[in-house]
Nanobody, 123 residues
Framework: QVQLVESGGGLVQGGGSLRLSCAAAGGFFTNYHMAWFRQAPGKERAFVAA????????YYSDSVKGRFTISRDNAKNTAYLQMNSLKPEDTAVYFC????????????????WGQGTQVTVSS
């Protein structure tokens, strides 16, 4: 059983930056590929980015490519999402998730989820 805890959300002005963290406990972190999803009010949960177990490969949705960077530190059992050039449309609850299968963008393919952290971007 893997427990995931997100942190780092908050309120930021448009054009600003935030760094989200996802701390994992209770399992073998390096067995899982990690991803970030987000859910805006009234919308379905959407894939944001994923990082492979080793950290070598990453994958992004078109909406965040070039602005967000996903990474992981396997020594610290933590995944990160660096968000730059934030826009009001990035406002959402951000969730980290873990999967044994690489390059999945459907939430149903992820085994473990965090509780989410709110990101609000003002215009």
């Amino acid at each position: 059983q893997v427990q995931l805890v997100e942190s780092g959300g908050g309120l930021v002005q448009g054009g600003g930056s935030l760094r989200l963290s996802c701390a994992a406990a209770g399992g073998f972190f390096t067995n899982y590929h990690m991803a970030w999803f987000r859910q805006a009010p009234g919308k379905e949960r959407a894939f944001v980015a994923a990082v492979i177990r080793s950290g070598i490969s990453t994958y992004y949705s078109d909406s965040v490519k070039g602005r967000f960077t996903i990474s992981r530190d396997n020594a610290k059992n933590t995944a990160y999402l660096q968000m730059n050039s934030l826009k009001p449309e990035d406002t959402a609850v951000y969730f980290c998730a873990a999967s044994r299968i690489w390059l999945r963008v459907r939430g149903a393919d992820y085994d473990y989820w965090g509780q989410g952290t709110q990101v609000t971007v003002s215009s």
